[in-house]
């Protein structure tokens, strides 16, 4: 196995957090959610506009934070264009574990990436955490490119290949 010299593949994808307040009109709470929880939440990793990212991303492993039930979650075989996401109810802001597993072809290993589950307007300045009051949800989300350096031969045909 050879890799391609002098060649750095790179590859956009979003990670982040979405939240949103429990309201009986808007989102009212699911049955069986416990009394103290007060928002629900999506954590994920996609590809920009939904563009595929299976094809170089195959499992992403999620750590919660140790009060949630099973905090460590897996997620694979996603359809292409299907993000890598898990839900959930609750009441505070933590740190969450994303790692990313490639696919076997690239024989690299995993990358971890950690992001603040937002529930709270924030902002650096007021006046943005004052736009933020008035929106439907919290959205904390971050653009990043996986950058592959000098990729095996077999694992370049796979990321260049239409
Ligand atoms: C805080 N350091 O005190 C943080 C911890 C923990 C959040 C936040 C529990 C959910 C569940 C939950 O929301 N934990 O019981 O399933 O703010």
Redesign the pocket.
Known sequence: QKRVKGVSIFRPFVYGTTAKPFDPETNPKPEGT?AD?THSWTVFVKGVDDTDITYWCKKVQFKL?E???NPLRTIENVQPGEAYEVH???????EITIKLYFVPESQEKPQTIYHHLRLHPYGNTEAEKEAMKTAPEIISWCYEEMVFNEPYENFYDVLTSP
């Open positions: 416990p929880h934070h009060s949630i039930p959930e109810t609750g009441w505070g802001e933590f």
